[in-house]
C-alpha cells in the first residue's frame, strides 16, 4: 500500500513525510525544495491484542509502545504541483506519473495563508483556492491519459462490442483502477456505454473525476494549523468544502517531537496528546531552556487546542477510514510466539472484505491451497474459508 502526499509547493509535503518517517529529507521555505520524489516507512497506529492476551508482543516489523502497534506502511513526497501542472507547468507531469501506484492521496494544504498559488511567499492568501486546484490538476492528469486513446479505444469498444468496464480498466491499469471501479462509475453516471463515440467533453470530464474520486480517495490535511491564521483559514476550508474530511494538522510540530523524542529529551507516542518531558532537558541550561520554550509552544498552540498534531490521525484516517484496511495479527490461541519465542511478531493490512481464505494465501500460497479451517485466537471459535476479517483480528490458519 502507497500513501501520496500531495499539494502545491512549500506547504509541508516533505516536512509531513520526514514527521512519519524521520528520513533525512531536505525541508525549506521556498518552491520546488523537492525535485526528485522520496518514498519511504510511516507507521499506521492499532491498538495491539498484546493487551488481551496480558502479554508484551515483540513486532518483526514496527514497533509497539504501552500497547500501541504501529503497523508499516509506504509514504511517497513529491514535488510540489502548481496550476497548469498536467500540461507540464512547474516541474511538469512527470512526478505525476510517479503517482500512479499510490492507493490513497493527502492533499497537504496551507493554512497559514502565507504561501502563493505557486509557494512564493506572501500575506493573506486564501488556501481554499487550493484545494479546487489541485483536484481539477488531478483530474486533467487522468483525461490527459484518457484522451490519448480515446478516438480509437472508444470506436474499438463499439465496433467490436467489447466491454466497456474491462477496456477502461485495462488502459488506467497502471493508476490500480479496477474493472468495478469503472463498473461503479458507469452505474452513477448512466452514460451509454455501448456508444463512447457519442461521449461529449463534459461527458469525459466527469467520468474522469468520477474515477478518480473513486481509486484516488483523498484526506486534506490543513498543514501549519500551528500559525496565526491558522485556525481562521482552517475554519474556511471546513465552510467551502462542507463534504471534504479537513484535519488540522502541524507537521512542524509532530516533526519537532519525534525528533525530541528521538534523542531521549521527551517521551512522545505519536498521536497522542502529551508528552513527558525527560533527559537533558531538565537541565538549567540555555540550549536546554531554548529546547523547553520550542515544546511549551507546541502544547500551546497545537497540542492543548486540537489534541494531537494530525499527522498520526491523517495517516489512520487514510488507511482504516478512506481505504478500509483491516490490520489481522497471525496467532494461535494456545501459541502466541513465532519459532524465535517472538510474541505476536506479526500484524498485516489486508484489504477490505478479505476473507479467511484471502488471509491464508496473503500469508503463503501453500496455506491457501491446504486451508481445512481457521481459528479465532481471541474466542477460538471454528471460522470457515468465506468468514469476513474483522479489523484487529488473530487467526491460525489450519492446513491439510
Ligand atoms: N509553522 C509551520 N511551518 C511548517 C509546518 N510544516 C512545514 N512548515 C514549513 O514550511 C516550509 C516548507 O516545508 P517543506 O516541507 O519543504 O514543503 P514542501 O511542500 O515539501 O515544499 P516543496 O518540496 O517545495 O514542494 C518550511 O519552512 C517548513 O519548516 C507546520 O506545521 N507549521
Ligand atoms: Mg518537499
Not at 53 to 68: D, R, Y
Not at 254 to 274: F, V
Amino acid at each position: 500500500m502507497l500513501i501520496g502526499l500531495v499539494g502545491k509547493p512549500s506547504v509541508g509535503k516533505s516536512t509531513f513525510f520526514k514527521a512519519a518517517t524521520l528520513a533525512e529529507v531536505e525541508i525549506a521555505s521556498y518552491p520546488f525544495t523537492t525535485i526528485k520524489s522520496n518514498r519511504g516507512v510511516g507507521y499506521v497506529k492499532v491498538e495491539c491484542i498484546d493487551k488481551e492476551f496480558k502479554t508484551q508482543c515483540n513486532p518483526s516489523h514496527g514497533f509497539c509502545i504501552n500497547h500501541q502497534r504501529f503497523v508499516p506502511i509506504e509514504l511517497m513526497d513529491v514535488a510540489g504541483l502548481v496550476p497548469g501542472a498536467s500540461k507540464g507547468k512547474g516541474l511538469g507531469n512527470k512526478f505525476l506519473d510517479e503517482l500512479r501506484q499510490a492507493d490513497v492521496f493527502i492533499h497537504i494544504v496551507d493554512v497559514s495563508g502565507t504561501t502563493d498559488a505557486v509557494g512564493k511567499e506572501t500575506k493573506n492568501y486564501n488556501p481554499v483556492q487550493d484545494v479546487e486546484m489541485l483536484e481539477n490538476e488531478l483530474d486533467l492528469w487522468y483525461l490527459g491519459i484518457l484522451k490519448k486513446v480515446w478516438t480509437g479505444f472508444a470506436r474499438t469498444i463499439q465496433n467490436t462490442k467489447q466491454n466497456f468496464a474491462k477496456a477502461v480498466a485495462k488502459q488506467f491499469s497502471g493508476l490500480k483502477v479496477k474493472e468495478n471501479d469503472v463498473k461503479d462509475v458507469v452505474l452513477k453516471l448512466n452514460y451509454d456505454v455501448e456508444n463512447p463515440t457519442t461521449w461529449n467533453e463534459e461527458q469525459l470530464m466527469n467520468f474522469v473525476h468520477e474515477l478518480r474520486h473513486l481509486t484516488k480517495p483523498m484526506v486534506i490535511a490543513a498543514n501549519k494549523i500551528d500559525t496565526e491564521k491558522g485556525k481562521e483559514n482552517y475554519e474556511k476550508l471546513k465552510k467551502e468544502f462542507p463534504n471534504l474530511t479537513i484535519i488540522p494538522c502541524s507537521a512542524d510540530s509532530e516533526l519537532a517531537l519525534r525528533e525530541a523524542t528521538k534523542s531521549k529529551l521527551i517521551e512522545y507516542i505519536p498521536g497522542e496528546k502529551n508528552f513527558k518531558v525527560i533527559g537533558n532537558l531538565t537541565e538549567n541550561t540555555l540550549k536546554s531552556t531554548r529546547q523547553k520554550q520550542a515544546l511549551d509552544k507546541i502544547k500551546k498552540n497545537v497540542l492543548d487546542i486540537y489534541e494531537k498534531t494530525g499527522v498520526q490521525t491523517i495517516l489512520n484516517y487514510a488507511v482504516f477510514d478512506l481505504l478500509k484496511y483491516l490490520a489481522v495479527f497471525p496467532a494461535s490461541a494456545n501459541k502466541l510466539a513465532d519459532s524465535k519465542g517472538n510474541i505476536l511478531p506479526d500484524c498485516f493490512l489486508l484489504p477490505e472484505a478479505s476473507t479467511a481464505l484471502d488471509f491464508a494465501f496473503f500469508l503463503h500460497t501453500d496455506f491457501g491451497n491446504n486451508f481445512i479451517k481457521a481459528i479465532n485466537a481471541k474466542t477460538k471459535r471454528v471460522l470457515g474459508k468465506n468468514y469476513v476479517l474483522k479489523h484487529r483480528d488473530a487467526l491460525e490458519i489450519i492446513t491439510k
